[in-house]
């Protein structure tokens, strides 16, 4: 069975890394898929952190990363995707992600939604607080894949972790 990792992945977090590493697990093949927002502002643009991902997965035979825009019932039928996986850091992101796992299942009923609890380790990240993080030079080396780390400095013009 295929499963489709859906998200905006600016950036890739250890959390996010957390959850493709498990889900790869537990699926034949993962499509990790970057999210072509036009209401966002990224940090990152899509080929940059189509190449993050890639970088940190190398490790994984079975994951795939892509880009999409639209719909994302509509890119999972596209790409053979009997299920979507989603984290979850928190109860507070059970809310969204049960509404929205709802709205994939009306758009496309074959569709399921399996939620993976993100490591306990890792349920403090999200990509807001690594970039407010990296923005005013604190290490993030411990919330991101090294590669990710180094392009978070560079962007902010400072000097690697």
């Known amino acids: 069975m295929?499963?489709?990792y859906p998200g905006s992945f600016d950036p890739l977090t250890l959390g996010h890394l957390d959850v493709i590493e498990r889900g790869s697990n537990l699926f034949n093949q993962l499509v990790v898929a970057v999210l072509r927002n036009p209401s966002k502002n990224p940090c990152f643009?899509?080929?940059e952190r189509l190449e993050q991902i890639r970088r940190a997965t190398s490790h994984l035979p079975n994951v795939?990363?892509?880009?999409?825009?639209?719909?994302?019932?509509?890119?999972?039928?596209?790409?053979?995707?009997?299920?979507?996986?989603?984290?979850?850091r928190a109860l507070s992101d059970f809310e969204y992600e049960l509404q929205i796992a709802h709205t994939?299942?009306?758009?496309?009923?074959?569709?399921?939604?399996?939620?993976?609890?993100?490591?306990?380790?890792h349920s403090f990240l999200s990509s807001?607080?690594?970039?407010?993080?990296?923005?005013?030079?604190?290490?993030?080396g411990h919330m991101v894949p090294?590669?990710?780390?180094?392009?978070l400095a560079r962007l902010f013009n400072q000097s690697s972790p």
């Open 64 to 88: 795939q990363v892509a880009a999409f825009d639209g719909l994302t019932a509509d890119f999972a039928q596209a790409c053979g995707a009997g299920v979507i996986l989603r984290g979850l």
């Open 146 to 151: 090294t590669g990710v780390a180094e392009d």
């Open 45 to 47: 643009s899509v080929e």
């Open 2 to 4: 295929q499963a489709l």
């Open 128 to 140: 807001s607080v690594v970039k407010e993080v990296a923005r005013f030079g604190g290490n993030v």
């Open 104 to 121: 994939n299942k009306s758009l496309a009923p074959q569709l399921e939604t399996l939620f993976l609890a993100t490591a306990t380790t």
